[in-house]
């Protein structure tokens, strides 16, 4: 009599159990569908800013992937995002690091420079296109701390406009699909801040009784 009424608290019990178990299945799927391995950790892209210094004023002009070629018209893969602030403007560090490369590329970024970045013990590099004739003003080897000047922005090499084109990679400097990475969130992140730095200086003026 008394294993009876075991068995029949266990089987009363066998529903909740199963919504359990399912319950833990499906957090599983989600949890492992979720986690895209390409991704950079969010962490990590906290590391980084913009390629410009607190009080520029940029606009996004081209986002990274799929797009139509400004010159061919024709939809191509674009490996970084396109960024445009006045003439004149410093291109500096994203984060701290090492200068891995410069150099110029005619039917490509132009003049450039190439960042090496460790984060998490992994990783990144940067890349900024586009810049004004002589402006670099670092070297290979040099160590750069985060908003150090790297050269002006401009339109050298495959350019339409005054922009920097600027690439996030890991954990090689390569433009294999593996190592290119979407820098939209270092700009959501860097707007974010700079709206945030901005706020008192938009905020209303308070009114203090009469005024003349
Ligand atoms: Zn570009």
């Not at 529903?15 to 990590?44: E, H, Y």
């Not at 590099?125 to 040099?142: C, F, K, P």
């Not at 908003?147 to 090499?157: D, E, F, N, P, Y």
């Amino acid at each position: 009599m008394q294993d009876m009424k075991k068995i029949y608290i266990f089987l009363s019990c066998c529903p909740v159990l199963v919504v359990v178990l399912v319950f833990f299945l499906i957090l599983m799927v989600c949890s492992s569908s979720s986690s895209d391995s390409s991704a950079v950790p969010v962490g990590d892209i906290m590391e980084f800013n913009a390629p410009f210094k607190m009080g520029v004023n940029y606009t996004i002009t081209s986002p990274y992937g799929s797009r139509k070629d400004p010159f061919t018209g024709e939809e191509s893969f674009h490996s970084g995002i396109d960024l445009a602030a006045p003439v004149g403007t410093e291109i500096v560090a994203s984060a701290s690091g090492t200068v891995y490369k410069t150099g110029y590329e005619e039917n490509g970024l132009g003049n450039y420079v190439k960042l090496e970045h460790t984060v998490s013990g992994i990783k990144y590099y940067t890349a900024y296109g586009h810049m004004s004739d002589n402006s670099i003003v670092v070297s290979e080897g040099q160590i750069v701390t985060q908003g150090q000047k790297l050269g002006i922005i401009g339109m050298s090499g495959r350019a339409t406009g005054v922009h920097v084109h600027f690439m996030l990679m890991t954990p090689n400097c390569t433009y294999n699909s593996s190592d290119l990475k979407d820098p939209q969130m270092i700009i959501d992140n860097d707007l974010a801040r700079r709206n945030k730095y901005k706020l008192p200086t938009i905020q209303p003026r308070p009114t203090y009784g009469v005024t003349k």
